[in-house]
């Protein structure tokens, strides 16, 4: 059987030398192929329909009906985020919204499209067999669609918006293609926590019908999960309400743009599993008709906290990051997933409040306000410190426990989601999103980002740049508007400094020198805590040498407070991890939860694709949808090259001696010190786990 494993093994890395044109990714044993406007590269308008759609962002969720892939998708969603920011700003400081988009423009290159007017996001059908895209369903303003689900003869999709005050509600697609709301409720941001258990479909947000009882104090959110019947699409019966989750600290984020009161369901061995997004971390309960001995709600079923901060058993939302406000330092969100009969959860940071917040304090110091940056990168740089992870139930003992060889592969990373999980061909697909592009806009001065831009690009930015002191100049701001304009012409000027000549088209031009800042760093920071050593006690005899090392010390607090160290190091942390990285979403595979094969750890080679947040399993492959608020959402297909009966009926053609020279010399060529398990999987590192493994075309046993 080993025998027949090699072989397979070896066949599968013969076939990958067949790529076609359009496929983005090849493995061992696998293809991705770019379906939706296949001719289009990063920083090309995408976005699922034919001749692309800037506007179409997200690809959220697909169920498939028949031959028809339904895509549920956010619109606009980076110019959405950017609308609310700016005119929080606006209102603050008297700057134009014209201004402020000049300045985001400026900020990032023209890659986030304005657009004033909150459309809603479409609903659009892929048809599997003719290859057609096409727009069957356009929500009002504000309106996203977040989960898409086939029950039955039915699709059924849920709405979100950044707005709690827009009506949130479920949508029929019956099998005549008609749209129908089945059901609406207020007082929550999202319908996206679903699963079926026992035969029917549940969803979990908030219910506007609860009624609070005496003497409760009226909660932030009237937590909910609720089970359509199957008579009838129009009603939902409560099995759980607000009273069913204890004293949570539950906070205003589950109704805020960021959030919801639930964020996943899934069933797993007899009871539904529910996430709820907390500052304290997020807790997860388990739920199911109340039995022998068990209490029971007003709805008969029985529901109790499985991990959390009121569990003695689980927390797993906390990490060993300390200081800063409130949620910086732990996963505020976390999700369930069933996989070969095990229940998987994983984490969730909030990437774009670190992002706003450090986006925000900076244009504060820019203008001249008394703003370290020390606090407003405390959320992104203790977020960055707070890997993502993976965790596995253990059934016995009601553990969660941390899948540590995926907590490796996030550390030293920019990634600050775990997205989202699926399931394909007896495997587990897990991606992320990764936050180094908009992290590299922060520190586009020092991480070599600006250095890789074409001419042409660079030449937009300065022109962007200029817009931006012309609008500042033109107005009268409540702030130091002559300071920041100041500031952005020397951000011109570097540049300018930065193009290269027609002489020098690969100049590099130059950048702050970062080492050379971390050692000055370093010098002040010991001569401070040298002189605080050898201060002399009030008992020398010469009070003159006292007074001068006091002053000495003196002087140089003062020059650390105003240059900031701490607020140095925490940028230079960040710029270094948005460096070092790459930059669009990563995607692995794993069988067993302990050893993970990567896909891509770049978006698909488009830093632009940063999130990953559905996968469709097919006949004939995974779907796969990317986030992309840049340039448009995007559809990829993967597929596995051979099938295990393929090759085995393969492998009996070729001797052990001929593969394993093949293997030699593909293993020699490009794969040095790589591992492979006797799958065909690539293996992040070398193995932990003991076994029989492929590395350099020979066998390797780990004990």
Known sequence: MRLKLLLGFALSLIV?????????????????????????????????????????????????????????????????????????????????????????????????????????????????????????????????????VTFGDNVYFGSYSADQSIEQYILKLDKEGNFTKVYTTTGTTAMRANC??????????????????????????????????????????LVADYKDFGKIPFD??????????????????????????????FVIFKGRPAQDGESANEYGWHWE???????????????????????????????????????????????????????????????????????????????????????KLNDATGKFVECRNFTKLMEGTTNE????????????????????????????????????MSKEEKATKIAYVSEAIKLLAAQKLSTKAEDLKTKLALVKMMLEAMIPSQADEDGQGKQIDLEK??????????????????????????????????????????????????????YLYVNNRVKNDQWGFDLYRTSDGETFEVITQNGFNDKYNYGCPSFLATEEGLYIGTCNPFYGGQLYLLTNNTSETEMEKEVSKISQADVATDITTIYDADDANIYYDLNGHRLQGKPTQKGVYICNGMKVVVQ
């Open 16 to 148: 990958v030398t067949g790529a076609k044109a359009q496929d983005v990714e090849t493995g061992l044993n696998y293809t991705v192929t770019k379906i939706s406007n296949p001719d289009r590269g990063e920083r090309e308008v995408d976005g699922l329909v034919p001749g692309g759609d800037r506007e179409n962002s997200y690809t959220w969720r697909m169920a498939m009906r028949g031959d028809e892939i339904y895509i549920a998708t956010a619109r606009n969603i980076a110019s959405a985020l950017v609308n609310m920011y700016g005119s929080q700003i606006s209102a603050a400081s008297g700057m134009s919204m014209d201004t402020f988009w000049a300045l985001i423009d400026a900020f990032a290159n023209g890659d986030i499209m304005r657009n004033d007017v909150n459309e809603g996001a479409n609903i659009i059908a892929y048809n599997r067999k003719t290859g057609e895209f096409r727009v069957v369903w356009t929500g009002g303003p504000g309106e996203y669609q977040r989960m898409a």
């Open 196 to 237: 079926v258990y026992d035969d029917h479909l549940f969803f979990a947000s908030s219910d506007a019908r609860t009624v609070v009882a005496e003497g409760d104090p009226e909660p932030l959110a009237k937590m909910a999960v609720i089970r359509k019947s199957n008579e009838d699409d129009t009603v939902w019966d």
């Open 252 to 281: 205003p984020i589950q109704a805020s743009w960021a959030g919801c009161s639930f964020w996943e369901l899934a069933s797993h061995k007899g009871y539904i599993y529910a996430t709820a997004p907390s500052t304290a971390g």
């Open 305 to 391: 906290e499985v991990a959390g901060p009121n569990n003695g058993i689980n927390n797993p939302g906390l990490s060993n990051v300390t200081g800063g406000e409130p949620g910086t330092m732990r996963s505020l969100i976390g999700s369930v997933y069933e996989f070969n009969g095990e229940l998987y959860a994983y984490n969730f940071d909030h990437a774009f409040g670190g992002l706003a917040q450090a986006f925000v304090g900076a244009l504060q110091q820019l203008k001249g306000s008394d703003v370290k940056s020390s606090n407003y990168l405390e959320y992104m740089y203790n977020s960055l410190h707070n890997p993502q992870k993976v965790w």
């Open 417 to 452: 989601y775990v997205w989202r999980m699926g399931e394909y061909d007896g495997q587990l697909y897990i991606s992320t999103m990764d936050a180094g592009i908009g992290y590299g806009y922060l520190t586009q001065l020092t991480n070599g980002s600006l250095l890789k």
């Open 517 to 570: 800042l971390q050692a000055t760093i370093t010098a002040v920071k010991t001569l401070v805590d040298i002189y605080l050593a050898t201060l002399p006690g009030e008992d020398l005899s010469s009070k003159a040498i006292l007074v001068v090392m006091t002053k000495v010390k003196e002087t140089l607090q003062d020059l650390s407070d105003k240059i900031d160290l701490v607020g140095l190091e925490k």
